[in-house]
């Protein structure tokens, strides 16, 4: 039985392999991609969420845009790992449909219509669409099948901050919102992302096989090798919502009482383990072997 899911991401290389793996997979139907300004801005990940559905051959797919900025702070500018087109410079063709716009309306209109707890969202950038669906039309919001997000550090270091995560700092009010709206939420940290790694021959088994979507994954993910330094593996972050959604028996999870940090600081979107917070469901355990496999063999399919 496959699951009906919307896709609210900022493509971005991993938002990429993690869309083509969605669209690869029996367990998804994707029934629209809505973008949010992040790993770069809304007009590129709008784009970029078209050019990935002509390469998959799904143009049927909506793409609806939604927030241009954080709700109230000014974006990031993270063109050194994504590169000036948020791909990576990797090849993909033009989408072949416009984009719509209102993505927020759409997320509330797609859920209304739908029966209750049917769809699910899976978060792959800034929650500002999210926490602006929250604020505005918290009826749909609570029609949530399961919200299932990357974001955040629990233990593990930050990635902006000493212990700030980028789709959390980038709009640390949105986060905020999504955290203590008390919707079905899944957060997926980077206490896990790090352990599900991409190595030179993992993308040599992708290579492999020939076919288009892990191909094209390769390229990205070695377009992530080529923009960092040091290592011998690069994480697959959003892979991990997806992977989380079709196989929540590879990860284990813990329930944790969080707030989120909103002030001026360095750390402003960190997470803050704080006993007054709202308990979340917090991915902190997985099989990286097993989720790796099934990334895998849903790619080269
Ligand atoms: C997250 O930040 C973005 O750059 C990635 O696409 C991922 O969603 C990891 O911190
Ligand atoms: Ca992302």
């Known amino acids: 039985m496959s699951r009906k899911v919307v896709i609210d991401t900022d493509p971005g290389i991993d938002d990429a392999v993690a869309i083509l793996f969605a669209l690869a997979s029996p367990a ?3 029934i629209g991609i809505t973008t949010v300004a992040g790993n770069i801005g809304l007009t590129t990940v709008t784009r970029n969420a078209g ?3 002509a390469l998959a051959g799904r143009p049927d797919i909506p793409v609806i845009a939604g927030a241009a900025a954080p709700m109230s702070r000014k974006g990031f500018d993270t063109t050194e790992i994504h590169g000036d087109d948020g791909l990576g410079g990797v090849s993909f063709p033009e989408p072949l449909a416009a984009p719509l716009g209102g993505a927020v309306e759409w997320l509330a209109e797609t859920l209304l219509r739908h029966p209750f707890g049917s769809v699910d969202i899976l978060a792959l950038g800034p929650l500002t669409n999210i926490a602006r669906l929250v604020r505005g039309h918290p009826a749909a919001a609570g029609r949530i099948g399961r919200i299932i997000a990357m974001g955040g550090a629990i233990d593990e270091r930050g990635n902006i901050g000493p212990h700030s995560e980028f789709n959390l700092a980038a709009d640390p009010e949105a986060a905020d919102i999504v955290i203590r709206a008390g919707l079905p939420l899944v957060l997926i940290p980077l206490d896990v992302t790090r352990k599900v790694r991409a190595t030179r021959d993992y993308l ?3 290579r492999a096989s020939g076919v ?9 993910i070695d377009a992530y090798f080529q923009s960092t330094t040091g290592g011998e593996s690069r ?4 892979p991990c919502v997806m992977l989380y ?23 402003a979107g960190a997470l803050v383990r704080d006993g007054a917070g709202a308990t979340v469901t917090v991915a902190m355990r997985v099989e990286a072997a097993a989720v790796l496999d099934l990334l895998a063999a849903r790619l080269t399919a």
């Open 245 to 267: 959604a079709e196989r929540p028996d590879l990860f284990g999870v813990d329930g944790i009482a969080l707030t989120v940090d909103v002030g001026d600081g360095v750390d």
């Open 51 to 53: 050019r990935i559905l």
């Open 212 to 220: 288009p979507s892990a191909l094209v994954s390769a390229d990205l």
């Open 28 to 30: 998804f139907e994707v």
């Open 204 to 206: 040599a088994l992708l």
């Open 235 to 238: 994480p697959l972050h959003d």
